[in-house]
């Protein structure tokens, strides 16, 4: 039977969508919950699934946030796990894809493959896709005797979002002036940057020059594990050279350890927080490259 692919439908099909991407992405973990939220608020999101004779073998989808809608090359995810690979639902997922872009006048897709990951690489490079970005997967194996205490620029003071909400307009207007946000939209950030459920807000720091928000940086919680990955870091561009970075992380690292996380992860390009992350302890484990090419 040829691969078959829906429109996610309904919480039950939603699940298996999660469950199947999580296979191929099991550092990068999807929730339903948040799978939810973004669907809810994202008019132009696109989950696709693809089933071969009833059993899931792939998912796909396409964010339907501002950015996204901008892009002359929009960003979609697919994911095959590797026992069904070879029997076309990459190809179908990209089509399917494809012809919904191609009436909205785009130019490509943006997709991305794991390093190590020779069989998406090739897949891609034989349809004619080039690479246009990489980013890197550092790990810190934290120890609990000895958990790194920030170092403070004069001035400086750091707080958590979960005693200070009050302060979470002016963490969107640090985004909108670092360029972390580019819908300049107060809820859609809030959605992206705050909404997902794995968010740890007594772990989301803040730095604070005065009554100024800096810098901040947040943190999920993979389920089930102690173990927690830096989502965001943001600091403005004014105080880039203050090591506001390195205090908010290290501030992060310290409580993460006291709530006896056991690992903290964050992916980062060349040019932005690895040398940083690198700098505290972090290793490098592994790496995932942005790939851009034509509609199917």
């Given at each position: ?38 669907r ?38 697919v ?15 990209l ?28 897949f891609?490079e ?24 920030p ?7 750091i ?38 459920p794995r ?26 594990e ?69 509609l199917?």
């Amino acid at each position: 039977m040829p691969i078959e692919i829906k429109h996610v439908s309904g919480y039950d099909e939603l699940e298996r969508w999660v469950t199947t991407r999580n296979e191929v992405a099991p550092d990068d973990i999807a929730t339903v919950a948040l799978k939810v939220l973004l669907r809810a608020s994202q008019d132009g999101r696109d989950d696709l699934i693809a089933y071969d004779d009833g059993e899931v073998v792939g998912t796909g989808v396409l964010a339907g946030d501002a950015p996204t809608q901008r892009a002359s090359h929009p960003y979609v995810e697919v994911m095959v796990p590797e026992r069904h690979r070879g029997r076309g639902v990459g190809t179908a997922l990209l089509e399917a894809f494809s012809a919904r872009l191609r009436d909205l006048g785009k130019k490509g897709v943006q997709v991305e493959a794991r390093s190590d990951d020779a069989y998406s690489i090739g897949f891609l490079e034989r349809r004619g896709f080039v690479e246009v970005d990489r980013w890197t997967r550092l790990v810190l194996e934290l120890d609990a005797d000895e958990p790194l205490a920030p170092v403070l620029a004069d001035g400086i003071e750091i707080v958590w979002l979960f005693e200070r909400p009050d302060l979470v307009e002016a963490l969107f207007q640090l985004a909108v002036a670092s360029g972390r946000d580019l819908t300049g939209s107060f809820a859609a950030w809030q959605v992206y940057e705050l909404g997902d459920p794995r968010i740890r807000l007594d772990l989301t720091a803040i730095a604070l020059a005065g009554d100024d928000v800096v810098g901040y940086t947040t943190l999920v919680q993979l389920a089930d594990e102690r173990a927690g990955g830096h989502r965001t870091l943001t600091v403005h561009p004014d105080w880039k050279v203050r090591g506001i970075g390195a205090a908010l992380t290290r501030a992060q690292i310290a409580a993460a350890t006291r709530a006896e996380f056991k690992t903290l992860f964050a992916w980062a390009r060349p040019w932005e927080h690895r040398d940083l992350y690198v700098s505290l302890g972090y290793e490098p484990r592994s790496m995932s490259i942005d790939f851009q090419g034509p509609l199917l």
